[in-house]
């Protein structure tokens, strides 16, 4: 199964900058897109690529926020959401159950310039670890999308000048180590313990140019599906939105 994850920052402005070619070449089972800032009657004039269910989830704040996903099989269930009205409204999550997994597309809230919003960002973190692990009982997760976090120092261009900066703060770090200690795989790096790989760059002073960036976006995975990992990378190269794909393979 190959799932590819891209925030795109606005589906239709990505529409204008190679979405489709990219979604077609992809050869994807699974596409999950955040960021969409539309629902799919916004698009509904839109040929998307052909063998796909489409699910969306809008935010009820039109513009803003939202999730979409793309599966060549047909789901034996969808759900939107997380099971948390507080957390819900804003159109940040979708769950396909598939045979033998779930996947879950994600996109996890900004904590906001000055933190302002980061007690609602660990709530929502919190929340999305609780509903991964609830399915796991049943069979094993992949959650992937933009987490909105840089792990590590080696995760982003500048760790000195971000130290407590939204993204890299102690507590949104934090977060992501409960994922990892729950058992969840960070995909990426199963493959690639380098620098220099990132999937979000600000359009400021050139940084994508440079390379002055961050890695945000991940596929997060069950421990039981690591034997399963053939492979996990990132696309740079891959423009239209200030965040690039990311994605897995899994034999």
């Known amino acids: 199964m190959k799932l590819v994850s891209w925030n795109v920052n606005g589906v239709r402005a990505a529409l204008g900058k190679g979405l489709l070619d990219w979604m077609q070449s992809s050869k994807a089972d699974v596409i999950c897109l955040q ?19 489409k ?8 513009g803003y926020s939202g999730t979409a996903m793309f599966l060549r099989r047909r789901p034996l269930s969808v759900r939107l959401g997380l099971g948390s009205p507080e957390h819900d409204a804003e159109g940040r999550a979708i769950t396909a159950e598939l045979e ?10 900004n904590a906001q310039p000055e933190l302002a919003r980061l007690d609602f960002r660990q709530a929502w973190d919190r929340a999305l670890l609780a509903y991964a692990r609830k399915l796991e009982k049943r069979k094993p997760v992949l959650f992937c999308g933009d987490l909105n976090v840089a792990h590590e120092e080696i995760d982003l261009a500048r760790p000195k000048e971000n130290v407590g900066n939204p993204g890299f703060s102690d507590e949104e770090r934090e977060g992501f180590r409960n994922y990892l200690g729950a058992g ?3 995909t990426f790096r199963e493959f690639e313990k380098g620098p220099g790989h990132y999937s ?9 140019a440079r390379n002055i960036g961050w890695r945000i976006d991940y596929v997060m995975a069950s421990g039981a599906l690591r034997p399963r990992l053939k492979r996990a990378w990132i696309e740079p ?13 899994l034999r």
Do not use: L, M
């Not at 839109?46 to 063998?51: H, I």
């Not at 979000?200 to 994508?208: C, D, E, N, P, V």
């Open 55 to 62: 699910v969306w989830n809008p935010a009820q704040k039109k």
């Open 35 to 53: 960021e969409v800032k539309a629902a799919e009657g916004d698009v509904q004039h839109v040929t998307w690529p052909k063998g796909y269910e």
């Open 184 to 186: 969840f795989v960070d």
């Open 237 to 249: 190269e891959v423009t239209g939105s200030d965040h690039c794909p990311v994605g897995v393979e």
């Open 100 to 109: 033998d997994c779930f996947v879950i597309g994600v996109y996890v809230p």
């Open 200 to 208: 979000w760059w600000t359009y400021r002073a050139g940084a994508r």
